[in-house]
């Protein structure tokens, strides 16, 4: 990595501005980890604070979206949306690692089947299996995967050859297309290896390890899996094939004779970079954004709505409820934020003998921040509705104009005691009566977490209890005011 100086020195060389700002689009070839790219972008431009949107194995090739200076805040932003791979999937055997660049598991005690089964396994077996992946689906995480376990990285204890053990972890498949099934027996005196291998295209949510999955298809098959090649095709709208080859982008970069290194005239170093905002993933419009990555035509969701101002433990009780509920309904997740002035929030904010701290930061009170946060906790969809229009609508109303006609609602779930429109008359109560003869959407309540409000945790920050006010957030917990 090089020094300041050394920076420095790029910089002038280069004539490369310093703190850039921006998204760029890089297309990894195989052979480099995600951390080698951004180390290459930071020396090629000479900037260091520069981030990516989700690692990609060395082996693996394809879109890597990296931010750039201000523009990394955007980045949580980004690693929710769902992604999209081509894929090859190997039947036959299982590795210790759940793709090519493991060891080759011939334990009998360490599996439950048999190559020997490959012969019987038919274009129809796999096909009828490929299907129950669509949709929810509780994924282990591969024990050489980056999750962390009591704060070391999984992989480093598998590969210390220590016991690892992952809970199981929500995903959404949204697609498992097949584009090829191959099959190769090769009888060589000591190379005897029979096996199928599956080109598909697969399209998920955030968090899903496909390796995994190839490990979960073959075990389903009773043959064993493995991934033997993967390529990102998207991020959101992000695409592979807007991203530029690492010495491609290096090329582009002018340096102090405003050239490239080929020697014509070229743009100023951003020119390498996407438009965030014009991609329109950026949350300036918070009525339309749109993270659609996947056509699902005519979409519906299942939805809860509230202010969500601190998302503290009962808040994320709710969402992980919602989310569960709506895959389960193949309905896609959204959360409505119904904007709504506070006092108490006003004083906090402008209280100047409060720590500037993650607990309460003027700076996080803004739509931004509660986007991005909603997005770790699995939620992409956001709407912020405005108090003042709707503030004299019957539940009826609201229920027709906004949950139906407007965001599409099959399933609304409501946290206990939880009620809408004009005089709160919108309870789990009515909203059944309603549906009973309208049959708009279903309902359901959560009951709640007990000695946990939003009112609860203003009041102990405004008293300046934060460590009560902490464990009532819990660590996933956002510290945004209104």
């Known amino acids: 990595m090089p020094t300041k100086n050394q920076f420095k020195k790029i910089q002038l060389e280069k004539n490369v501005t310093p703190n850039i700002n921006g998204i760029l689009l890089v297309d990894k070839e195989p052979g480099w980890t995600s951390h080698d790219v951004v180390a290459k972008m930071r020396s090629a431009f000479g900037q260091k604070k520069i981030g990516h949107a989700g690692t990609l194995d060395p082996f693996a090739s394809g879109l890597l979206v990296l931010a750039f200076g201000a523009d990394t805040k955007k980045l949580s932003e980004i690693t929710a949306l769902e992604k999209t791979y081509q894929t090859t999937i190997r039947l036959g055997y299982s590795t210790d690692t759940d793709d090519l660049t493991g060891q080759k598991i011939i334990d009998a005690a360490q599996t439950d089947f048999s190559e020997a089964n490959i012969g019987t396994i038919t274009d129809q077996n796999i096909k009828k299996a490929v299907r129950e992946f669509i949709g929810f689906q509780m994924q282990t995480p591969s024990t050489f995967s980056a999750k962390k376990v009591d704060g070391v990285r999984a992989y480093k204890l598998a590969r210390a050859g220590k016991s690892v053990k992952l809970d ?38 955030q968090g899903t390890y496909i390796r995994s999955m190839a490990r979960d298809l073959g075990k389903k098959l009773g043959v064993g899996g493995h991934l033997r090649a993967l390529r990102r095709l998207t991020i959101g709208k992000f695409t592979v094939d807007n991203a530029k080859k690492i010495s491609e982008i290096i090329k582009n970069i002018p340096n102090s004779q405003g050239t490239n290194s080929q020697g014509t005239n070229s743009q100023e170093a951003n020119s390498n970079f996407v438009n965030y905002e014009a991609a329109n993933y ?96 699995g939620i992409q969809k956001i709407d912020f509705l405005d108090f003042a229009k709707i503030k004299d609508l019957s539940f009826q109303e609201f229920s027709d104009k906004y949950l139906v006609d407007k965001y599409n609602v099959k399933y609304l779930l409501l946290g206990e005691g939880a009620a809408f429109g004009k005089g709160r008359l919108g309870n789990i109560s009515t909203l059944q009566k309603m549906n009973k003869t309208q049959k708009l959407f279903e309902v359901e309540e959560l009951e709640l977490l007990p ?27 956002i510290r945004i005011w209104e």
Do not use: W
């Open 168 to 205: 199981p972890k929500p995903v959404f498949i949204y697609k498992f297309k097949i584009i090829s099934i191959k099959r190769k027996s090769n009888n060589a005196e000591s190379l005897s290896e029979n096996y199928i291998d599956i080109e598909a295209v697969i399209e998920c949510s």
């Open 451 to 477: 000695g946990i409000s939003s009112t609860k945790i203003k009041q102990l920050v405004k008293d300046k209890k934060f460590a009560e006010a902490q464990n009532m957030l819990g660590p996933k917990g």
């Open 282 to 377: 950026g949350v300036a419009n918070y009525g339309a954004v749109n993270y659609g990555a996947v056509n699902y035509g005519a979409v519906n969701y299942g939805a809860v709505i509230g202010k969500f101002s601190v998302l503290h433990k009962g808040h994320q009780a709710l969402i992980s409820r919602l989310i569960k509920e709506s895959l389960s309904r193949k309905l896609k997740p959204r959360v409505i934020i119904i904007n709504k002035n506070s006092n108490i929030n006003k004083d906090l904010l402008n209280n100047k003998d409060l720590p500037n701290n993650d607990l309460v930061n003027k700076d996080s009170a803004n739509k931004n921040l509660q986007v991005a946060k909603l997005n770790k906790l």
